[in-house]
């Protein structure tokens, strides 16, 4: 015996208000990385009193939650394997809902009365804070009904997606054993809310590559200073550097097929103390973006040589790095289609929209689903009087994003689980 999707919905709907508040409570003490003592106090007390097994972080501030199922033949206690031959009956049934937790360094401009007090200069602004919050209204719903659902779910509240690898850090903690080492999850699905791109409540997704690769490339280039008066004397470093970032782009452009895109956005630049002096070292970073393996690797190549050309035509050294970040997010084509039909059923057909293209944004939950079967979705939360198209994206200090979604979503997580705990 599985939920109804209308069931599930009107208790995630009667869960509004405290939704709301939790979620206002995680915006107003935003926490950057892998260390979140606040917000996993947050989380933890909003979990308090749930028939949950929780574990937290031993080098990072995450929570682990696993709920066991209490339906016929779903067993109890790890490795139970009741309920099928060799153990791979419907007590080996597992899956894995994610939600992300940290914010961002950068200071918040939407003037909302429970914005972090000003001088904080963290912000969430992609959502993190909803993400959380869904994922704790989806343990609510299931730990209610836990007699109903056949087998069990691990809940994954994760720091440090924005950079710091925090899907990484909680796979070698062993979050994916945490039912149980012959309980890994059959599946593991991921929501992600938009300030922009769809209206409020469209949930949208593909199957196959999703999001971006995302790598790092560090460069240093190294001169010789003296006064700016006399740049003969010195050998400047900022024209060589201001001539690598010009060249990177021309390089990509004329080297990588369009419909296989490469992105490489540089976003930090730092040179010099004063206008009259001339340093001896300017140095920038960049994102990079990509989807194929192939591309990676001549990245990997390609961008340290254009800067080491570049150098020595100036008669200067340079030190390139090139890091690989988080992998491409390639969603099972199967678990894609399985939710989007979740989505179809449980709120309507209006409600799915088929994404055509993967955009070049990346997660770390590519991690996660490179372990295992399954799927990220995007969840519209534009408000009601801004325009998806141009509405201020995730991660700019004026992204706001729709309350109104915060039931919905706790729904759609609680929902893939049951049904694909049933179909498994």
Request: aromatic share 6%; with cysteine.
């Amino acid at each position: 015996m599985t939920f109804s999707p209308t069931s599930l919905r009107d208790d995630a709907a009667s869960q509004t208000d405290e939704l709301i508040r939790l979620r206002r409570a995680l915006h107003a003490v935003p926490e950057v990385g892998l260390d979140l003592p606040r917000t996993q106090e947050t989380v933890l007390a909003a979990l308090d009193g749930l028939p949950l097994e929780i574990t937290t972080g031993r080098g990072l501030s995450s929570v682990t939650a696993v709920l066991r199922g209490g339906a016929s033949g779903s067993g109890s206690g790890s490795g139970s394997g009741e309920g099928g031959e060799g153990g791979e009956g419907r007590g080996a049934r597992c899956v894995l809902l994610r939600g992300d937790m940290d914010a961002l360094p950068l200071t918040e401009r939407t003037g909302l009365p429970f914005a972090a007090p000003a001088g904080t200069e963290r912000m969430h602004a992609c959502g993190h804070d909803l993400h959380t919050t869904m994922l704790v209204g989806a343990a609510r719903l299931l730990a209610a009904h836990r007699e109903r659902l056949a087998g069990d779910v691990i809940f994954m509240f994760q720091p440090g997606e924005e950079g710091y690898d925090g899907a990484g850090h909680m796979l070698a903690e062993g979050v994916l054993d945490a039912a149980g080492p012959d309980r890994r999850p059959v599946a593991a699905y991921a929501l992600h809310v938009t300030s922009g791109m769809y209206h409020a409540g469209v949930l949208a997704a593909r199957g196959g590559p999703q999001l971006a690769a995302s790598s790092v490339l560090d460069v240093t280039v190294r001169g010789a200073g003296g006064h700016g008066s006399q740049p003969h004397k010195s050998r400047d470093p900022i024209p060589a550097a201001c001539e690598m970032v010009t060249a990177l782009q021309t390089w990509i452009t004329r080297s990588f097929d369009v419909f296989d895109p490469v992105v490489l956005t540089v976003g930090r630049f730092h040179a010099g103390t004063a206008t009259n002096i001339i340093p001896d070292t300017a140095r920038f970073a960049a994102t990079v973006r990509s989807f194929s393996t192939a591309n990676l690797a001549r990245l990997r190549e390609g961008l340290v040589a254009v800067c080491e050309g570049v150098a020595a035509a100036h008669g200067l050294t340079v030190e390139a790095r090139f890091t690989e970040q988080y992998p491409v997010t390639v969603n099972d084509v199967g678990e894609a289609a399985f939710a989007a039909d979740a989505v179809r059923e449980t709120f309507g057909e209006e409600r799915y929209v088929p994404m055509e293209n993967p955009i070049l944004g990346a997660e770390d939950f590519s991690r996660v689903i490179d372990e295992v079967p399954g799927a990220m979705l995007f969840l519209g939360a534009t408000l009601p009087d801004r325009d998806p198209e141009t509405a201020p994206s995730n991660h700019s200090p004026l992204a706001a994003f729709d309350e109104s979604v915060l039931p919905d979503g706790a729904a759609l997580y609680a929902e893939l689980a049951t049904r694909r705990l049933a179909a498994a």
